[in-house]
């Protein structure tokens, strides 16, 4: 699947340091991953990236396309 970003995940991108890599990393191997509404949200903890906090993405799939709607880091890490 394609992944596209909206403007507001690419403003969190280039906020909190964060690169194409890290979105796919998180995506496909997360530690948390949960459905609110029609947004997917997955959590995952980046070996030495970001300090040792997760990071965590909130997306939805159309069609073909995997849209990014908002990524950043955590400061606390709950388990659901």
Do not use: W
Not at 11 to 18: A, D, H
Not at 45 to 71: A, R
């Amino acid at each position: 699947m394609k992944i596209k970003y909206t403007r507001h995940a690419r403003g969190r991108m280039r906020l909190y340091k964060i690169n194409h890599e890290d979105i796919k990393k998180v995506i496909e191997n997360p530690d948390i991953t949960y459905q609110e509404n029609v947004y997917t949200i997955s959590i995952c903890k980046l070996s030495d990236n970001f300090k040792g906090f997760p990071l965590k993405v909130i997306y939805t799939i159309e069609n073909e396309y995997i849209i990014i709607i908002s990524t950043y880091q955590l400061k606390k890490f709950h388990r659901r």
